[in-house]
């Protein structure tokens, strides 16, 4: 077993310990939100939004992006468990402005490996094989936080199985501070 594997086990034995009575919380949220935000391991939802088990619906991708699927869970998150207001939530300083849709392809056409960081962007270190199927993908990269955030909430707003009613918010989280910042035109 790896460590990191080890780590994850132990870490949740520790925590079903002392599960306690959350194991009886209901199905739908408690606080009846939902929060569309970003992978990034920099960000905790549960922390920046005061969050506790059973109080929201967290969907996090790269970028927080209003993609297909992350529209498939906030309409479930309506229509089935009676969610009535959406947070879309970018960050600052967020890895997916740093590359654009040709970029990845390129990459991966290069190498499946995993790329470095560099001052000149992302970077093929690895030896192939790769593959061209990323050319089929629509990497939902970002070129400005605050217009990202604009089109996401509007893509939802506009989306035909959105109702009208759902307010939906538009925020960038900065990584260097730990605020919210409201984008006041989403």
Known sequence: MSTILNEVLEANRQYAAEFGE???LALPP???FAVLTCMDARMDPAKFAG????DAHVIRNAGGRASDDAIRS???????????EWFVIHHTNCGM???TNDVMRGLLANSLETA???AEGFQ??????????GEFIEWLTIKEQTQSVKDDVQRIRE????????PIHGYIYDVATGLLQEVVSA
């Open 74 to 84: 906030l309409v479930i998150s309506y229509k089935l468990l009676g969610t009535q």
């Open 30 to 32: 408690a606080r009846r």
């Open 159 to 166: 989306h035909p199985l959105v109702p009208g009613n759902i």
């Open 124 to 133: 093929d270190v690895g030896t192939g094989p790769g593959s061209r199927a």
């Open 22 to 24: 959350k194991g009886k």
């Open 116 to 118: 470095a960081l560099t």
């Open 51 to 54: 969050l506790a088990e059973g």
């Open 97 to 99: 402005e740093f590359f």
